[in-house]
């Protein structure tokens, strides 16, 4: 019998609720490649009812015609392709425009008076972390800050703990946590999401979940791309500041947290936030940094970080770091994490190694056997892999022959139809229908700051220093050796 063909998938497209959304740094680079795309697509779907807005707000002084027009560059670059000539102009047309200084007075009556009451408000400071204070105080100042407004911020959400605590002070000066969305795109990526319904919507893993089936877990978000023009910026962040503090510990969270009871914002980020305060704090031999020195990348020369630069830098571009969840569920499974640039390919995955059988009854006819393994990919593709162990046919006269086939749902083809979406669609009308359940809450952050300034500070006391790596290959070679003197080697 033929097996069924997956078939298209069709959503209906339900609209958000009416609403005003100012976006400030709006001729910034966020807003050019994510933010309009995204807002865009929705309305392209129809989900963006008539007569709501983005209401560009930055420092240049722009006509709302010029602002229009540079708009429309932007989706031209990042959005070309998307919708017909029609609706595109119809989106450039609930555009608007304010020059506005987020440090001094110019602006904020007239950004005022543009709101609608009644309608959903939101403000993305889509700004350097350093304004979010004096954005927030005139919001409330110039009578924007009502009950039900919300305001959305990026990271970097500060550069310690120290400085995310402080930030998280002056935004809760004129807003309550509830109107604040903290954005770790991240957990706006379908796969990301799909972890939980993975878990929690199959009965045959949450019951092996935990340390008595699961040998270790490995979470790599690899990327080819170097530094991309942001410089200043990234030698002053780092690896660890840009990559693990945020995108990959809210993954660890997921895969680590307990059920929650449900689906929505407090339950969910309750349980996330257990599991990132029982990290272990740790030493420095759980962790290798590495740099890139020039090399290929397909095929392609690269320059080194330091030749991108242009000045020698301490900044690691690798880290690699052998976690612990320290509760009863994960006692003793180390959680391997790695991320880096420039390095062989761009993939983001999730790899569950579960432990070997007991006892092999086939071990007596030559058998041998490994054990089972789930490997969640997020990007570039979207998959989903089962690793289970099977018999070669044959007559088995010289012994029995078991081979790892795996069990593969690639999600392009089980959901026809179905577009990708890029993280920020979600998230933005997560935010207009007021729903914070894939932002990130203020303990959540702070828990986050915590551990990683503890691995920042061992690594100032020992005066470690990054490592030096081939551009195009899989970092330094003592993140191999990390995972290798536990017998473990990175799933590649
Ligand atoms: C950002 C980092 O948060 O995430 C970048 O600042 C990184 O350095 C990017 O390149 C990766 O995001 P994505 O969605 O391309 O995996």
């Known amino acids: 019998m033929d097996r069924p063909k997956s078939r298209p998938m069709v959503s209906r497209v339900i609209p958000v609720e009416l609403f005003d959304l100012v976006v400030f740094g709006a001729t910034g680079d966020l807003a050019q490649r994510k933010i309009l795309p995204a807002l865009l697509r929705r309305f392209v779907a129809g989900q963006v009812p008539e007569g709501s807005r983005l209401i560009g707000a930055a420092r240049s002084e722009h006509s709302v015609a010029e602002y229009r027009a540079f708009a429309e560059a932007a989706l031209a670059e990042h959005a070309a392709g998307v919708g017909t000539a029609e609706q ?70 500060g550069r310690d703990l120290a400085t995310a605590e402080a930030l998280n002070r002056d935004l809760a000066q004129h807003f309550a946590e509830r109107q604040i969305y903290r954005i770790d795109h991240y957990l706006g990526k379908e796969t990301v999401q799909n972890l939980l319904a993975l878990r929690f919507a199959n009965l045959m893993f949450e019951p092996i979940w935990n340390a008595a089936h699961i040998d270790h877990v490995q979470i790599t978000v690899a990327e080819t791309v170097g530094l991309e023009g942001r410089v200043a910026f990234y030698d002053d962040a780092g690896a660890l500041r840009d990559m693990v503090q945020n995108h990959m510990l809210q993954l660890l969270a997921l895969v680590a947290m307990e059920p929650p009871g449900s689906f929505n914002a407090t339950a969910v980020r309750d349980e996330k936030v257990k599991v990132l305060r029982a990290l272990r704090e740790m030493g420095t031999g759980k962790t290798v940094t590495g740099q890139y020195r020039a090399g290929a990348i397909g095929g392609k020369a690269v320059p080194g970080y330091d030749e991108e630069l242009g000045k020698a830098s301490n900044t690691e571009t690798f880290v690699a770091i052998k976690a612990h969840v320290d509760n009863w569920r994960w006692k003793g499974v180390p959680f391997y994490l790695r991320t880096g640039k420039r390095l062989p390919q761009r993939v983001t995955e999730i790899m569950v190694q579960f432990r070997c059988v007991p006892h092999s009854i086939f071990a007596g006819k030559g058998a041998t056997m490994q054990p089972n393994r789930l490997v969640i990919g997020i990007q570039p593709e979207e998959n989903i892999s089962l690793s289970l162990m099977s018999k070669v046919p044959g007559l088995d006269r010289e012994g029995i022959r078991l081979r790892q086939v795996p069990l593969d749902i690639s999600m392009p083809d089980a959901f026809v139809g179905q577009h990708r979406r890029i993280a920020y669609e979600r998230l933005l009308l997560d935010l207009i229908e007021g729903d914070q359940t894939l932002f990130v809450r203020r303990d959540e952050v702070e828990a986050q700051w915590h551990w990683i300034d503890a691995i920042r500070a061992g690594w100032r006391a020992e005066g470690l220093a990054p490592k030096p790596y081939t551009s195009g290959s899989w970092g330094p070679s003592a993140a191999i050796a990390l995972a290798e003197r536990d017998g473990v080697s990175w799933h590649e």
């Not at 009556?109 to 403000?123: H, M, N, Q, S, W």
């Not at 009950?147 to 970097?156: F, L, Q, Y």
């Open 88 to 157: 595109r102009k119809a989106f450039i047309e609930t555009l608007d425009y304010v020059t506005v200084d987020a440090t001094g007075a110019q602006g904020w009556p007239e950004l005022a008076t543009k709101l609608v009451a009644g309608r959903v408000r939101a403000f993305y400071f889509s700004v350097a972390p350093r304004l979010f204070g004096a954005l927030a105080e005139r919001l409330h100042k110039y009578g924007m800050a009502s009950g039900d407004a919300r305001i959305v911020v990026e990271k970097p959400f």
